[in-house]
């Protein structure tokens, strides 16, 4: 059958191997890339799957059609040592298995290469037993949590000044501090993902007709939202709120008078570099972390702890649930759920309104 990923697709009949043995493993390895390539993945995703496998063999010391269920367990205890996340280590052993699955599949052939050239046939090394099982909704590190009010207001303010300092000091880089100081708000302002951010266009500041008197700063179109395996990214509309209005006057600033200071012509980004080119990811991690460490704010803080804040403050303000789901793109409503940490203040005035709704006579006086 001519299947993606069959052996006989990437081993040629007839030729004799100097080394063998890698030969065959890499040939799997390039087989299994077409498999999955078959399906749509992404190629990040590919691409990690086959390092891992990489590093699974070099963990072994031995091929595929050797591995055992010991392997897989020693694997996974040695990254325990090293404190990775549940999730992290979950995700390994699923690629290991979905690998094994592949080479150990009759369709693609792997078994009957390997027993006659090495006389012995790659098993199922995944199983029930020495695997992890998602029990729980949230797997993350405890550490990671939404950023406090205060907090908050210390990271901006702290960003806002950087600007004024650089100014007064008559160094460079005044302009990037002030892009980079409102990157940071709107990803809280609208509750993006970092990559969501880094993709955005001019294009995306889009018009909402119920409130005019924001041009076009009344929605964001988030055109790279996070896909699912095998789909595109997906698309949301996610609405300016009044609560986080102060958005709106930055994000003129930063379009009309900052930005066309960078001389980008054409270049579609929102957000562009001094190279003119579109702020990375990895960008706004460095950035993200030098304002969190001179503030000396918890390390456990990342820029995703601003999308969690937003989710938790639209609950604070009495958003259904519904519509915080909508404006953050989750699939399920319990992931929003697992971003939701209500404030101290905001569940000590709901409970001050139970104690009065319960307590109080209807004519207003004391029991």
């Not at 006659?116 to 550490?143: K, M």
């Not at 319960?358 to 004519?363: K, N, S």
């Amino acid at each position: 059958m001519n299947i993606p990923g069959a052996a006989h697709q990437v081993l040629a009949d007839g030729v004799i191997h100097l080394d063998e043995q890698p030969a065959v493993f890499e040939a799997m390895l390039s087989g299994w890339e077409k498999q999955q390539k078959s399906r749509l993945l992404g190629g990040s995703t590919v691409k990690d799957r086959l390092n891992l496998i990489r590093r699974f063999q070099r963990f072994c010391n031995e091929y595929p059609w050797n591995w055992t269920p010991a392997d897989l367990e020693g694997f996974t205890s040695s990254l325990m040592d090293l404190e990775r996340a549940h999730s992290t280590l979950r995700g390994y052993q699923t690629d290991i298995g979905l690998f094994c699955d592949y080479i150990t599949d009759e369709r693609y052939d792997w078994p009957e290469q390997c027993f006659n050239r090495f006389g012995t046939a790659p098993v199922q090394i995944c199983h029930e037993w020495n695997t992890a099982v998602h029990l729980s909704e949230y797997e993350g590190r405890p550490e990671r949590r939404a950023m406090t009010h205060d907090e908050i207001e210390a990271f901006f303010d702290h960003a806002d000044a950087r600007v004024q300092r650089i100014v007064d000091a008559g160094r460079k880089g005044a302009l990037a501090a002030l892009r980079d100081s409102q990157m940071f708000k709107t990803i809280y302002a609208y509750g993006l993902r970092r990559r969501e951010l880094a993709r955005l266009d001019l294009v995306d500041l889009r018009h909402n007709p119920a409130v005019g008197h924001w041009g076009r700063y009344g929605a964001l179109h988030v055109r790279y939202g996070k896909a699912t395996k095998g789909s595109p990214p997906r698309r949301r509309l996610v609405l300016t709120v009044p609560e986080f209005d102060w958005i709106v006057d930055g994000m003129k600033q930063w379009v009309g008078v900052a930005r066309p200071r960078y001389n980008a012509g054409a270049h579609p980004a929102l957000w562009v570099t001094e190279r003119r080119s579109r702020v990375s990811t990895r960008y706004i991690d460095d950035r993200f972390a030098e304002i969190r460490d001179e503030l000396e704010l918890d390390k456990a803080l990342v820029p995703h702890c601003l999308r969690h804040s937003y989710v938790s403050h639209l609950a604070e303000f009495g958003y259904p649930e519904k519509f915080i789901q909508e404006q953050v793109g989750h699939f399920y409503s319990s992931t929003t759920a697992i971003y939701t940490h209500v404030s101290n203040d905001f569940k000590n005035r709901v409970l001050a309104t139970a104690l009065d709704r319960v307590y109080t006579p209807a004519g207003g006086g004391s029991r």
